[in-house]
């Protein structure tokens, strides 16, 4: 059963402190996204790539956000340094996007990794 | 920037009751799709429309898309326990850097008492 994995589940750190996610996209799949969930703001997308290359990460705050694709079975997001605001669930999707029919363009998303900033 | 609106955000009934969640934008959305997210875990997808006017059924859900495609809706018959959620529209875009691309609502908080 093919599924999107996220590392680690849950993160407590102090403020400051450096912080890298980690996603495993479901093979065969071409884009990854990389999207926060709280309460207050709901599900908002951060970044995402196809074929491995940037496509939009106007959603990430530059100056302490990155995301990397380093190869087809990685995606990482780093926050450096970690504040209070940015604790959140962190959840990685992965899809198909391409082709004539758009029902393909379906998101499979990992379990999240809750970040938890003090 | 496009926006879905949801309502009601929070939805609480009891076992057997009918609801519907509603889901609104001002703008075109290629397909539209409704995910349903459980405690701890991620959303996971429930259906996609595609054509203005669609209507889909899923067991005891009933899934519409507008006939202009900018609105949604979901409805379930005889609810149960099992439905409790969280519901999240969200809205695909065809063209250009956005392909791909999804637009998720606010969400509607589900539960359902026995």
């Known amino acids: 059963d093919a599924r999107v994995t996220q590392t680690p589940r849950h993160k407590v750190t102090e403020m400051g402190q450096e912080v890298t996610m980690r996603c495993q996209p479901i093979l065969g799949h071409n884009t990854v996204f990389w999207y926060r969930q709280t309460m207050m703001q709901g599900l908002e997308l951060l970044a995402y790539?196809?074929?491995?290359?940037?496509?939009?990460d106007s959603g990430m705050p530059k100056d302490r956000f990155s995301a990397e694709m380093p190869d087809a079975t990685l995606a990482t997001l780093k926050i450096q340094p970690s504040e209070p605001r940015d604790s959140a669930v962190y959840f990685c999707?992965?899809?198909?996007?391409?082709?004539?029919?758009?029902?393909?363009?379906?998101?499979?998303f990992g379990a999240g990794t809750r970040l938890s900033v003090l | 920037t496009q926006l879905l609106e949801q309502s009601p955000q929070f939805l609480s009934i009891q076992e057997g009751e009918n609801l519907t969640v509603y889901c609104n934008s001002s703008?075109?959305?290629?397909?539209l799709q409704w995910y349903r997210q459980e405690p701890g875990e991620g959303p996971v997808l429930l259906v996609t429309v595609v054509t203005g006017g669609e209507v889909k059924k899923l067991k005891r859900l009933t899934f519409q898309f507008g006939d202009a495609r900018k609105d949604s809706s979901l409805h379930i018959t005889a609810a149960q326990p099992g439905d409790t959620g969280l519901y999240l529209c969200a809205g695909a875009n065809a063209g250009g850097t956005s392909y791909g691309k999804l637009t998720f609502g606010q969400g509607t908080i589900l539960t359902v008492h026995p």
């Open positions: 703008s075109v959305f290629s397909s």
């Open positions: 790539f196809r074929n491995r290359a940037p496509l939009d």
């Open positions: 999707a992965s899809g198909w996007t391409g082709g004539v029919y758009l029902a393909k363009n379906i998101q499979y």
